[in-house]
């Protein structure tokens, strides 16, 4: 895992250029690809579909996950990354506005790594984001990082 690549699952324009500028504006120069829904999400990590060629051997240091999400949902996405031995331990933080018990519960016996709620407020929400960079491409130790 040479270069710490984050993938930004996410549906919502707005939500999809707060995230870009949060991470700017907290200097995390990390290359994001971002995937618009959760096929797109899919095809991306395993390296078919509009990514096909792509060395699916090079994964992402973190994925940032939205649950509602179009064509596939993200709670299935995180359970077929789990399914797959490519991609089973890559670190997925699911980042949404959903406040639902049920989607965190699920997230976690699904293999999240973290579950993030949205803040509303832009100022908590660059607070959150450094953290998760600085958590995510700094700090953790990855097993993906030794193949």
């Given at each position: 895992m040479d270069e710490k690549i984050i993938l930004l699952v996410e549906d919502n324009a707005d939500d999809e250029e707060l995230t870009l500028r949060a991470l700017k504006k907290n200097n995390i120069q990390n290359d994001v690809v971002v995937a618009r829904?959760?096929?797109?999400?899919?095809?991306?990590?395993?390296?078919?579909?509009?990514?096909?060629?792509?060395?699916?051997?090079?994964?992402?240091?973190?994925?940032?996950?939205?649950l509602n999400l179009p064509k596939v949902g993200g709670l299935e996405v995180l359970r077929r990354l789990r399914a797959d031995e490519r991609t089973e331990y890559l670190p997925v933080v699911i980042l949404t506005s959903s406040k639902e018990e049920q989607d965190v519960l699920n997230g976690y016996k699904f293999g999240a790594n973290s579950y993030i709620r949205k803040p509303v407020d832009f100022a908590q929400f660059m607070e959150a984001v450094r953290n998760l960079g600085l958590y995510w491409l700094v700090l953790n130790e990855s097993p993906l990082s030794e193949r």
């Open positions: 829904d959760g096929a797109e999400a899919l095809d991306y990590l395993f390296g078919v579909g509009a990514w096909a060629g792509r060395d699916a051997s090079k994964v992402p240091a973190v994925t940032l996950l939205d």
